[in-house]
């Protein structure tokens, strides 16, 4: 795991050029994590081979959420707006994207979730760490990455950074 997000890291890095750009999107898989180990507890069910190919796909689709809303913060930023300014409306404006990302793939893992027929112990608890931690990713996506923004921001020449 340790090496696989390492790779990830170096494909961030070089699709960003920026190592707190990188940094910023793979704070993403702990907000994600969260609510998969939080949705296993919740239900009674063990971390298994199922479950662990359910964080992958978890964290795939977190990284995409965190590159979505950090691309647009760097646009923001580069158009010479106030740190301040941009944290709240990237978060707005990327607000239906990350819903409609996080919503769609938890409606369509209900089904699995709530499945009890033949098959189901492999497709119930990959489904939960799914569905639990895109619950979280989704809303600490558009709260902590936005706050957190201010601290890894690139410093941009003529750029008001919005201290004041």
Aim: charged share 10%; proline share 5%.
């Amino acid at each position: 795991m340790p090496v696989t997000l390492f790779l990830v890291f170096l494909l961030l890095y070089s699709a960003f050029n920026s190592m707190r750009s990188s940094v910023l999107i793979l704070l993403n898989i702990p907000l994600a994590l969260v609510g998969g180990v939080a949705a296993l507890a919740f239900t009674g069910q063990n971390l298994s081979a199922p479950a662990s190919v359910g964080f992958i796909a978890l964290f795939g689709i977190a990284l995409s959420n965190g590159m979505v809303l950090v691309t647009l913060l760097n646009q923001l930023r580069r158009e010479g707006r106030a740190l301040d300014e941009l944290c709240t409306e990237g978060a707005c404006l990327r607000l239906r994207a990350v819903l409609m990302t996080a919503s769609t793939t938890r409606l369509g893992l209900i089904p699995l979730a709530l499945a009890t027929g033949t098959g189901s112990e492999v497709q119930r608890p990959l489904a939960t760490v799914v569905i639990g931690g895109l619950t979280t990713s989704m809303l600490l996506t558009l709260l902590v990455i936005p706050a957190v923004y201010r601290w890894f921001a690139v410093p941009v020449e003529g750029v008001p950074d919005g201290a004041s």
